[in-house]
């Protein structure tokens, strides 16, 4: 088994609380030392007490199952011998209820832009290597909803 750690510091300062008018602006922090201004996403706490400059949690949870899917990607199409030259994608999460009535992310969906050096790989051997990049990727599996790869370039 393998722990991940992240911190998070968030302070009321001189602001109410019991108004529920509070900041909900706050920092995430990493090992490495990198600190992410995060917030709550004003879709779901409005304006001042979010911050849209911030990173939400379902963003943020979108960009973890983009990056795995990518990570993996990578690493496959290396151990077959092609090079990427670029990998973009633009994931979108979608908020839901789910079939037990709750609100979750209950679809992701990539939409991998990859540039590769030389030929591109036929169109099976890119639909195998996102297929083999998805079931490796354990945020994809850590989560209840479905995770798409869409538009595979």
Not at 37 to 61: F, G, T
Not at 138 to 143: D, F, H
């Amino acid at each position: 088994m393998k722990t991940f750690e992240a911190s998070l510091a968030w302070e009321r300062g001189a602001q109410p609380f019991s108004d529920q008018r509070y900041s909900r602006a706050h920092v995430w922090q990493f090992d490495g030392g990198l600190s992410v201004p995060a917030s709550s996403s004003p879709l779901s706490v409005p304006l001042p007490m979010s911050d849209p400059a911030a990173v939400d949690p379902e963003e943020a949870l979108v960009a973890a199952a983009s990056s795995c899917h990518m990570l993996f990607f990578l690493s496959l199409a290396a151990a077959r011998g092609l090079v990427v030259d670029s990998y973009r994608d633009r994931a979108s999460g979608y908020l839901d209820s789910d079939e037990r009535g709750k609100l979750s992310m209950t679809r992701i969906v990539l939409r991998p832009r990859i540039a590769f050096a030389g030929a591109a790989p036929d169109a099976a051997l890119l639909a195998r290597l996102h297929h083999e990049a998805h079931a490796r990727c354990y945020i994809a599996s850590s989560l209840r909803g479905e995770v798409v790869v869409e538009g595979e370039s």
